[in-house]
């Protein structure tokens, strides 16, 4: 078992998740329960995946909750451009938040690599 804490990765995720909180609390009221419900579900999700996979049993299951962290940060990057398209992100959010995306997807995919390598090795669970 991992500490999640300990993965620089999670804690970008989770400053990501505290800006798409602050930023959606200005969308539109109309969009509580469309567009700000499913940035904020998404941002959470790739940091909550992150820790549970941290808390699970072997690299397998941590592999596959990596690789939920990365498909929920594809889908806020879809999200945030839609937001700076609807009018509801300023452009300077909007580069902020998609550059945070980004690197977070780039050090997933690293982790995700990482971890599959050594679940390909002999004895590795």
């Not at 904020?40 to 909750?65: D, L, T």
């Not at 609807?86 to 300077?92: D, P, R, S």
């Amino acid at each position: 078992m991992k500490n999640f804490r300990d993965l620089q990765v999670w804690g970008k995720a989770h400053v990501l998740t505290l800006d798409v909180y602050r930023l959606t609390a200005r969308f539109p009221r109309e969009e509580l329960f469309g567009l700000t419900s499913q940035m904020r579900k998404c941002s959470a999700s790739i940091a909550a995946n992150i820790a549970e996979g941290c808390g699970r049993r072997g690299n397998a299951e941590f592999h596959r909750f990596l690789q939920i962290a990365a498909g929920s940060a594809s889908e806020l990057e879809y999200h945030i451009l839609l937001a700076r398209d609807l009018g509801y992100l300023e452009a300077g959010n909007y580069e902020t938040m998609n550059f945070q995306v980004g690197e977070i997807k780039k050090m997933l995919s690293s982790l995700i690599r990482k971890v599959n390598s050594e679940r390909s090795r002999p004895g590795s669970y």
